[in-house]
């Protein structure tokens, strides 16, 4: 099983990217998928997760309203579509799938998953 990310690049404030995760192997139709990123100097940071099964999805706080979590019918394909994205958008972005029978509140934790892309790289300039 492999999560291959790409969308990632280099923007201006206030535009837009989308970010796709292609699962190769069985699709994860019963797990969350979810969007990391890690900026520079800093850890990795929950970004937003989606239930495969019932499409119920989780925001951090910084990207509620502005980010949107989906996946694609056949549960092969994850996207995070960014709107108005800011400077401190910039990270290297992560699609993992979580471990089964994680519960939701456990969803910002990394050591929750056992299936990681390689990331993507967005640069927000101001």
């Known amino acids: 099983v492999q999560l291959q990310a790409s969308g990632g690049g280099l923007v201006q404030a206030g535009d837009s990217l989308r970010l796709s995760c292609e699962a190769s192997?069985?699709?994860?139709?019963?797990?969350?998928m979810t969007w990391f990123r890690q900026a520079p100097g800093k850890q990795r940071e929950f970004v937003a997760a989606?239930?495969?099964?019932?499409?119920?999805?989780y925001y951090a706080d910084s990207v509620k309203g502005r980010f949107t979590i989906s996946r694609d019918h056949a549960e092969r394909m994850l996207y995070l579509q960014m709107n108005g994205l800011e400077p401190e958008d910039t990270a290297v972005y992560y699609c993992?799938?979580?471990?089964?029978?994680?519960?939701?509140?456990?969803?910002?934790?990394?050591?929750?998953?056992?299936?990681w892309g390689q990331g993507t790289l967005v640069t927000v300039s101001s």
């Open positions: 993992a799938a979580a471990r089964p029978g994680i519960i939701s509140s456990s969803l910002s934790y990394a050591t929750e998953y056992d299936y």
């Open positions: 192997g069985r699709p994860f139709s019963n797990r969350y």
């Open positions: 989606i239930e495969v099964r019932t499409r119920r999805k």
